[in-house]
């Protein structure tokens, strides 16, 4: 029996929540964003959102979504499940719910899709020092 032919991808999009509309299934994006900022670090980001978006596949696949620190490679945060496209023309679309995540320091992160080990969908994006704000001046005091 052949493979499953490996989807495509067509977008991937990180954050705050994604709302979706339970008499149409319509997806609103809320809060998209490409960069996390914090003053101190380790630093846990209390919610994330991912949106995926995929195609051009037919049959059961093993999906896998990970955070992972481009610097050392190690897996911040990952999920597990199976997803299924009956049709290849049938467009796909994922949410992916991230609570409490974790940076252990500033650098550059990669949000992965996977789908049975091939690599479908990958992002970028910083996680910064953030400078603390600044009191006022001290003629204001």
């Known amino acids: 029996m052949p493979a499953?032919?490996?989807?495509?991808?067509?977008?991937?999009?990180?954050?705050?929540?994604?709302?979706?509309?339970?008499?149409?299934?319509?997806?609103?994006?809320?809060?998209?964003?490409?960069?996390?900022a914090s003053p101190t670090f380790p630093c846990?980001?209390?919610?994330?959102s991912v949106f995926v978006s995929v195609t051009a596949g037919r049959g059961t696949y093993q999906a896998k979504m990970r955070i992972v620190n481009e610097e050392t490679q190690e897996p911040v945060t990952e999920v597990n499940g199976q997803?299924?496209?009956?049709?290849?023309?049938?467009?796909?679309?994922?949410?992916?719910?991230?609570?409490?995540?974790?940076?252990?320091?500033?650098g550059l992160y990669s949000i992965e899709f996977?789908?049975?080990?091939?690599?479908?969908?990958?992002?970028?994006?910083h996680v910064m020092q953030a400078n603390p704000p600044k009191g006022p001046p001290p003629e204001e005091m």
């Open 44 to 48: 846990r980001h209390p919610q994330l």
């Open 4 to 36: 499953n032919p490996t989807p495509s991808g067509l977008a991937i999009v990180v954050c705050d929540q994604i709302i979706e509309d339970k008499a149409t299934s319509k997806k609103s994006l809320i809060g998209i964003f490409n960069n996390i």
């Open 83 to 106: 997803i299924q496209l009956p049709d290849k023309n049938m467009v796909a679309e994922l949410v992916f719910n991230f609570l409490g995540v974790d940076f252990p320091s500033p």
């Open 114 to 125: 996977y789908c049975d080990d091939a690599l479908i969908l990958e992002r970028r994006f």
